[in-house]
């Protein structure tokens, strides 16, 4: 089982960035995907999950109307295309696979390595 997340960058406050994952197929296909994100000395933070539906959604309040997420089932992959990007933006983005319905970090057992991402005032 491997998740291996990409596309972070730095960036000016304002702009967009999108994210990918690309996982393995088994567990892609059989688990909620979501992104979480971790600031500096903060704990790691739920930002948005979609279920093996595309159109199941969920997102962080500091997520919505900003961050769309999306998965391709046939390419398993998930993506985070984020706008309006904020200085308070800034974490490492983790891509993750966990069950259904799930949004807290414990219940999450399949972790891709993080992307770094940096927003500039």
């Known amino acids: 089982v491997q998740l291996q997340a990409s596309g972070g960058g730095l960036v000016q406050a304002g702009d967009s960035l999108t994210l990918s994952c690309a996982a393995s197929g088994r567990t892609f296909v059989a688990n909620t995907m979501a992104w979480f994100r971790q600031a500096p000395g903060e704990e790691r933070e739920f930002v948005a999950a979609?279920?093996?539906?595309?159109?199941?959604?969920n997102y962080a309040d500091s997520a919505k109307g900003r961050f769309a997420i999306s998965r391709d089932n046939f390419q398993n992959t998930l993506a985070l295309q984020m706008n309006s990007l904020k200085p308070e933006d800034t974490a490492v983005y983790y891509c993750?696979?966990?069950?259904?319905?799930?949004?807290?970090?414990?219940?999450?057992?399949?972790w891709g390595q993080g992307t770094l991402v940096t927003v500039s005032s």
């Open positions: 993750a696979a966990g069950p259904r319905g799930r949004i807290e970090v414990p219940f999450y057992h399949y």
């Open positions: 979609i279920g093996l539906s595309p159109d199941r959604t």
